[in-house]
């Protein structure tokens, strides 16, 4: 995957605003979801556009994490964490799968087969349009810290009460959140997929997205999954030519970029990433020759790919840091898929959204069940 740092948005006038909808209605279907590979705390039964909890056990164990060298993305944190679950679920884990907060919070339902241990966990990343694989290396240590408290809400479910400490109200929401962060693209509080609903074209390479947030409400039946609906804009997962081709509004296969389309080209593709697609299993990083002499792009894509090069009047990409540039071709980059678009968007692509956006009940009804099956709720 490469991130383009000087690739050739729209200069328009709207944010990509959030467009959400809000549903609450109450019905009466039995499916049930039981979270038991992660805390085995807690199931809901279905209904139209709420979900109420229906059972929940008390047996989850709160550890807390320190992680260094210290890292300030939790992004990162999830990702150590996840590739540590990974390596030792089965071992020193004792099997159990826990949910984790991207901070300090590690639950498990039940005890781990140890108070405090510390981990070595190797995580590779990639450079950026460099295709170097290089290894980190982080200490992870686990350690016992408290028995959550989960009692209350075996009284809320009961009907014994109608509120629920935040403790445990904040464990299922993490397991919940985790759940959904392993399926879907995480937009602040916001998931969003392609399989809610057939993403519809907002032009210019664009394409809306469905997608939920999810919250836990205390309400007289016990305690409740509330889904809201929003819409956002997406990039489509092009061909780079082909997007660019859109973003300009005309042909780019047999015409060179003027200047005006290079700048408004660049800034269509800064910080956008993509994946190439003339590697296949060959090695990544090769020598331009052995007396490391030049070689146009057109020449070393050739012998070292044996990738033609059809499109050479359009410009390179520019992949990498300043300090390491590489140069690939348009025709051998492909969009990635799952990339929310941030940028302003144009009066047209807003009027597109905000229909897509207006639904009548029974189709936000249709489309929040939609939700429920794919997270088998």
Same mark, same amino acid.
């Given at each position: ?66 992680? =260094? &060298? ?35 919070? *590690? ?6 087969? +140890?108070?405090?241990?510390? *981990?070595?966990?190797?995580?590779? =990343?990639?450079?950026? $349009? ?7 290396? *982080? ?59 057939? &993403? ?11 997608? +939920? ?22 990039? =489509? ?11 300009? $509004? ?56 044996? +990738? ?6 359009? &410009? ?62």
């Amino acid at each position: 995957m490469e991130d383009a740092f000087s690739g050739l948005g729209n200069g328009t006038k709207f944010d990509n605003k959030v467009l959400q909808t809000s549903h609450s209605t109450v019905g009466h279907l039995s499916t049930k979801l039981r979270l038991s590979d992660v805390l085995n705390a807690v199931s809901f039964s279905k209904s139209r556009q709420t979900f109420p909890c229906t059972s929940v056990e008390d047996a989850t164990l709160f550890s807390e994490v320190t992680i =260094e &060298p210290e890292v300030g993305s939790t992004k990162l944190n999830i990702a150590i964490m996840t590739q540590l679950v990974k390596l030792h679920r089965d071992t020193d884990l004792g099997k159990r799968l826990p949910v984790y907060d991207g901070r300090k919070a *590690f639950y498990t339902a039940g005890v781990l087969p +140890f108070t405090s241990k510390e *981990f070595t966990i190797q995580l590779a =990343e990639e450079d950026e $349009g460099l295709g170097i694989i290089r290894e980190r290396e *982080f200490k992870v240590t686990i350690k016992f810290a408290a028995r959550a408290g989960m009692h209350q809400l075996h009284e809320l479910i009961s009907g014994k009460q109608i509120d629920t400490s935040l403790e445990a109200r904040k464990i299922i929401a993490i397991v919940l959140k985790q759940l959904a962060c392993q399926r879907y693209v995480s937009v602040g509080r916001f998931f969003y997929s392609s399989n809610i609903k057939r &993403p519809q074209l907002l032009g210019n390479g664009l394409q809306s997205w469905r997608g +939920f947030y999810q919250s836990l409400k205390p309400t007289q039946m016990g305690l409740s999954l509330n889904i809201d609906m929003s819409a956002t804009a997406f990039i =489509e997962p092009l061909p780079v030519i082909e997007f660019v081709a859109q973003v300009l $509004g005309k042909d780019v296969y047999s015409r060179p970029l003027s200047d005006a389309d290079c700048v408004k080209v660049k800034k269509a593709l800064r910080g956008v990433k993509f994946e190439v697609t003339h590697r296949g299993n060959m090695r990544r990083n090769f020598p331009v020759d052995e007396e490391k002499n030049m070689k146009s792009v057109i020449d070393y894509f050739q012998e070292v790919y044996g +990738f033609t090069i059809r499109h050479s009047h359009l &410009p390179c990409l520019l992949v990498g840091s300043a300090r390491k540039v590489n140069y690939l071709p348009m025709e051998a980059c492909k969009i990635v898929e799952g990339q929310r678009y941030s940028k302003r968007l144009n009066d047209k692509q807003i009027t597109s959204l905000l229909k897509l956006s207006c639904q009548r009940p029974k189709e936000q009804e249709a489309e929040i069940l939609q939700v429920g099956i794919l997270n088998n709720w």
